[in-house]
């Protein structure tokens, strides 16, 4: 993983395009500068930039961004340098499932590894992980999607 700070010049971008175009023209020149610099195939925009981006409005973005870019793979994201980190919401279910698999996952391909090659070793361990999961965390209810709330009609 990569981590590169850069100050992103939009106005001579932006100055290009009529009055109403600028701010999304400014989110595509964050890309095309991150896609040029990072040498990636993607390119993720992230929460904060975007919404400091628009801040003003459609018609006023400004005119550089202090950015962050983070490379893993072929995917570059592109972050402020203010922009506080998120970690990601972890459930009783999610949590549950990845302490089956680092337990049950190991013990399984040790066992098989004496019989078989490591690849099919794997295979077979993924496979009844995944059996062992459905089992433990069918107990668990899920989270239901919020119902949308629509207007009444007169």
Do not use: C
């Not at 929460?47 to 628009?54: D, H, Q, V």
């Not at 069918?138 to 989270?143: A, F, G, L, M, V």
């Amino acid at each position: 993983m990569e981590e590169r700070i850069y100050t992103i010049p939009l106005r001579r971008e932006f100055q290009k395009t009529t009055r109403f175009k600028k701010a999304k023209k400014a989110v595509t020149a964050v890309k095309e500068f991150t896609l040029k610099h990072a040498k990636a195939k993607e390119v993720k925009v992230g929460r904060y930039l975007n919404e400091a981006i628009w801040a003003n409005g459609i018609r006023y973005p400004p005119a550089r961004v202090k950015v962050k870019i983070t490379k893993e793979g072929d995917i570059a994201t592109v972050e402020l340098i203010d922009a506080p980190v998120v970690e990601k919401k972890t459930t009783e279910k999610t949590k549950i499932k990845e302490e089956v698999k680092t337990e049950v996952e190991k013990e399984v391909e040790e066992e098989l590894e004496t019989t078989m090659d490591k690849k099919t070793a794997k295979k077979v361990a993924k496979e009844v992980v995944e059996e062992s999961e459905k089992e433990i965390t069918k107990d668990i209810p899920e989270k239901k999607p919020r119902k949308k709330i629509s207007k009444k009609e007169n």
